[in-house]
């Protein structure tokens, strides 16, 4: 069964400096890759999502992350991060086998300090 | 659009009572979702609705649960009866059809306490 590893459930980052915030998948033929954000006392809003083409995927609010078959990894950067940034990130799969599930990772929280 | 809307926020309730969650979606959406989160196991898909019939309630975690879409604008998750280990924090999301990649609108959730 498709699965997804956060292995960071925390990471703490300096405002204005970069950050990574890493996802791997269990193999499969094809997948349909994708990270959400939640902020405090809200649902999940879309960031990005990785479909096919292109490896390097842009998003809301700054943030990217590449794609890398070989590795099954789809990590999560952005150049320089803001306070605002502070929220819990979840990577998230829809296996290519025509499955409607999304299958999350158990999330990373994000702590931007001043 | 007001996006995915849940009642209530929160709701506190006591072992063994009925608690029912209530979720409308995006108009023009026909797909519905319900997931919990917990610290424990994450989120989890509990069960979804194409058109208004239910197509997967594997995730659905035993009797105790049902869920029910009368209509293109509204569902319900009832719990009865509830139990502490209930507790979490249930969302409701909605898609439109087509490429099951489209993207999933998430409600703001119902926070549940069950004491």
């Known amino acids: 069964a498709q699965s997804v590893t956060q292995l960071d459930s925390q990471v703490p980052v300096f405002e204005e400096a970069p950050v990574e915030l890493r996802c791997n998948y269990s193999?499969?033929?094809?997948?349909?890759l994708f990270w959400y954000v939640q902020y405090p006392n809200q649902g999940l809003q879309l960031l990005l999502k990785?479909?096919?083409?292109?490896?390097l995927v842009k998003g809301i609010n700054g943030f990217e992350a590449e794609f890398n078959k070989s590795q099954t990894s789809f990590h999560l950067r952005k150049p320089s991060v803001h306070i605002s940034d502070t929220a819990e990130y979840f990577c998230a799969v829809i296996p290519g086998d025509s499955s409607y599930k999304l299958i999350f990772g158990s999330g990373t929280r994000l702590l931007v300090r001043p | 659009d007001a996006g995915v809307i849940q009642s209530p926020r929160h709701e506190v309730t006591e072992m063994g009572q009925e608690v029912t969650l209530r979720c409308k979606p995006i108009s023009g959406h026909d797909y519905l979702f319900w997931y919990r989160q917990t610290m424990m196991r994450g989120l989890e898909l509990l069960i979804y609705?194409?058109?208004?019939?239910?197509?997967?309630d594997s995730g659905m975690p035993e009797d105790r649960f049902s869920a029910k879409m009368p209509n293109a604008s509204f569902s319900t998750l009832k719990i009865q009866p509830s139990e502490p280990r209930d507790s979490a924090v249930y969302f409701c999301a909605s898609r439109s059809s087509g490429s099951h990649y489209n993207e999933q609108f998430f409600g703001p959730g119902t926070r549940l306490t069950v004491l």
């Open positions: 990785y479909l096919s083409g292109s490896t």
């Open positions: 609705f194409n058109n208004n019939v239910p197509i997967d």
């Open positions: 193999s499969s033929v094809s997948v349909y």
